[in-house]
């Protein structure tokens, strides 16, 4: 089995609904997106994916998510975007397009993040 990664980065605005602690106030972060995918074979070139088309398809939700108030975009329509929310949403946007995602994790900080994967 072959996995892969590519990254893409973000910055962006958000508080946390429902939330007692400071993050319930506005802030932002600079949001690092992986995403894994995993495949069993290799194509003629010896290789399971193309990097330029994963970093393509997760370039288009990027942009969406950048530079942006996370808690005003109609997808996230009055939700609480965290960094669960959020690796959540970007997998379930990558997987129609590339059904070998496996797992999206989303850096808040280089020393914390989440990430969501299906079982």
Request: glycine share 2%; aromatic share 12%.
């Given at each position: ?57 997760l370039k288009i939700i990027v942009d969406y998510l ?54």
């Open positions: 089995m072959f996995e892969v990664m590519v990254e893409k980065h973000f910055a962006a605005a958000h508080h946390l609904l429902n939330y007692r602690g400071k993050c319930e106030n506005p802030h932002g972060h600079n949001y690092v997106v992986q995403v894994w995918a995993k495949k069993a074979t290799l194509d003629k070139a010896n290789v399971a994916f193309d990097f330029t088309q994963l970093k393509q398809e950048d530079h942006s108030d996370l808690n005003l975009l109609p997808d996230f329509n009055g939700e609480s975007p965290s960094a669960e929310f959020i690796a959540r949403y970007i997998y379930q946007r990558l997987k129609p397009t590339i059904p070998e995602v496996t797992k999206t994790c989303v850096f808040e900080t280089p020393t914390q993040c989440a990430c969501y994967f299906e079982d």
